[in-house]
């Protein structure tokens, strides 16, 4: 029996004992929605992912040996990372927080540390960093951090540490920050000995590079921010919408904190079309907050034609 489906129809009957292979292939169709997320945004693929996520539930409940038990719960965390960062970009935070939680305990069921500190650092911190609340970020990176260091995953520590470092950032610790992207950096450019994580495919020295910009702007460096985000915008693939569409909203905001307003805002307008087919509301809420920041410039004819888009956008 070759087909995952019928594989899957099998165990779910008890015809069938789960294996590595359905366990691979389980994962794999996580992370094809992951790619899916980035290209059409959360509400085009949360119903399938959430139908792939109670597959993988019930599949927890049947037997089978400790080891595929332990896959099992992997696999299962890892779609709750994904759930909960679809909620997270659809601006349900609430219940983001609580998919995360679950996903946590998948992981550390599992004894997953990589996969703990991913969803603790880079869903849980990140958001919190997003969302305003430094403290609660730092204190969720340093955890993370810790749980990252047991991993043996260099991708997983180099990733931990870009948000505790933008994090440190937010709370103007300009040294800690520094330091710790320096350590962020060296890692990501270390090949792994190990088979890294599939959900960290998309990490690495660029990745670095678009938090620790992200960094400068928050520590006072705009001017060297925008060369940094000019690099990492050619740098995107068109396909690759949602971040794409991020580094172009970066970039206004790097203009616009060395006051270089029509600059900023023809980036903002780039960000804004790049941004209608993925109905995401965090980039959204990037949007909003940059048009608050526009109020003292709202003479400018510029700023008048962003305020335009923005109402036919929303």
Known sequence: MTDSGDRVRAVLSGRARIDSTTIDRLGLVTEHYRKLDGALG??????????????LENLTTLGGSSEARARLLSALGAVRQLKGWLLFDLGRYSEARLVWQRARAAADEAGNPALVAYILGSNMGYMESFLGNSQRAVDLAYAADGWARRANSRKTEAYVATILGQTQAQLRDERSALITFDRARSLAEKPSPHQESPWLHFFGPPAVDQH????????????????????????????????????????????????????SVAHALDALVTSRPLESRRLGSLLSRYEGELRKYKQMESVKQFRDARRVHV
Do not use: C, W
């Open 212 to 263: 620790h910009s992200a960094a400068l702007i928050n520590l006072g460096y705009g001017d060297r921010a925008v060369k940094s985000f000019h690099n990492l915008v050619d740098g995107v693939s068109e396909d690759d919408v949602r971040n794409r569409a991020f580094a172009q909203m970066y970039l206004a905001q790097a203009y616009l904190s060395i006051d270089e307003i029509d600059t």
């Open 42 to 55: 959360p509400r085009k693929v949360l119903d399938a992912v959430n139908g792939h996520l109670h597959l």
